[in-house]
Every structure is written in structure tokens, then in C-alpha cells.
């Protein structure tokens, strides 16, 4: 589990930490699948859906994450007697998974409407919706750092890679927003969704 050092107090605090962490992570991932499912279907947007894609993959990777930290911090016992720290291995790699997952179901999403054409609709609401990921995000990324810093923990850790990405997908759906319907750039869109 990182950084355990101190004994069982410091251990039991550490994950305590981190599953604080994890329940953020949940907390503003549902918050944002909230937003960004109303952002969709007000604006029609494929990179917003792959926003909204991507949230909802954050959501079930932060609820791995929660059940590898859980199980990490459990004490060794007859059948493990090194303890549960592998936990977290296993709860970052799940969200490798899932993350490679999305990618190709975006991706596919987005050279179908490229191919097709659509339109994009309220850019302003799809602005706003990611200006607010944007600060969420950002607020849970200052948590995560420092619960890191505390547990060392890998699956915050992953968890913490995972929403930094998210950052610049929410800064691609405010430009692939502005390209698309305020200055006509109607395949900007679904190439930032590709993207």
C-alpha cells in the first residue's frame, strides 16, 4: 500500500485516507455523468458523449479503486500472509482496462459521426458543463495529491493519472464546441471526439 510506515495506527490511517480519496473520486464522477448527460443531449455533441463516455468509465474505475484500497488495507491473515496490498495492483490495472476500453468505443463513435455528419447544438450549455468538470476535477486532483503523498497509494495514484487526462478532454469538448458552432467548423466535432 505505498508508504506504511509507523505501525498498524499508521496503516489503518492511511487507509482511511485513501478510501476518502476514492469516495471523492466517486462523488464527483457521478456529480459530473449528472452534467454531462444533460450537456449531451442538449447539445448533441459527440466529444461531449465521449465526456460523458469517459466520466462513466471514471465512475466505475473509482469504484474498483474504492474496492482495491478496502482490500489492501485488511492485515495479513492464514491465506495472505504478506497482506492484501496486491489489491491495489489489480484495481489500477482494471482501470487500464477500462480506459483502453473507451478509447475504441469513442473513437468508433466518433469516425461514425465524422463519416455521417451531425449536428452540434447549444454549445453554450456544453461549455459551461466542462468549465465546471474543469474546476471539480481540479479540486479532487488537489485531494488525490495529497493523499498520495501521505499512503503513496498506486491505485490513487492511477486513479489521480486518470482524472488529469481528464482535464484536457474537457478543455478538447469546450474547442471542439467553439470550432463546431461558432465559427462552422462542422467536422470539428467529431475529429476532437476522435482525437
Keep these: 500500500m505505498g508508504k506504511q510506515e509507523g505501525g498498524p495506527e499508521s496503516g489503518r490511517e492511511n487507509g482511511r485516507l485513501n478510501r476518502m480519496a ?30 460523458l463516455a469517459d466520466t462513466a468509465l471514471d465512475l466505475v474505475a473509482s469504484i474498483a479503486t474504492l474496492i482495491g484500497v478496502w482490500v489492501a488495507a485488511h492485515p495479513a491473515d492464514e491465506n495472505h500472509r504478506f497482506g492484501h496490498g496486491k489489491a491495489e495492483s489489480l484495481a489500477a490495472m482494471f482501470q487500464v482496462i477500462l480506459i483502453a476500453l473507451s478509447a475504441a468505443g469513442f473513437g468508433f463513435r466518433a469516425v461514425s459521426h465524422l463519416v455521417e455528419g451531425q449536428e452540434v447544438r447549444a454549445a453554450e450549455d456544453g461549455i459551461v458543463v466542462s468549465i465546471i468538470a474543469i474546476v471539480a476535477t481540479f479540486g479532487l486532483l488537489a485531494w488525490q495529491r495529497h493523499v498520495i503523498r501521505k499512503t503513496g497509494s498506486i491505485a490513487i495514484q492511477t486513479d489521480h493519472l486518470h482524472y488529469q487526462s481528464d482535464l484536457l478532454l474537457n478543455l478538447a469538448v469546450i474547442a471542439a464546441l467553439v470550432l463546431d458552432q461558432m465559427l462552422g467548423l462542422t467536422c470539428a466535432d467529431p475529429l476532437f471526439g476522435l482525437l
Design 22 to 51: 476514492a469516495y471523492a473520486s466517486i462523488a464527483t464522477a457521478l456529480f459530473l455523468v449528472g452534467l454531462k448527460l444533460w450537456a449531451t443531449w442538449r447539445t448533441g455533441s459527440t466529444a461531449m458523449l465521449g465526456s
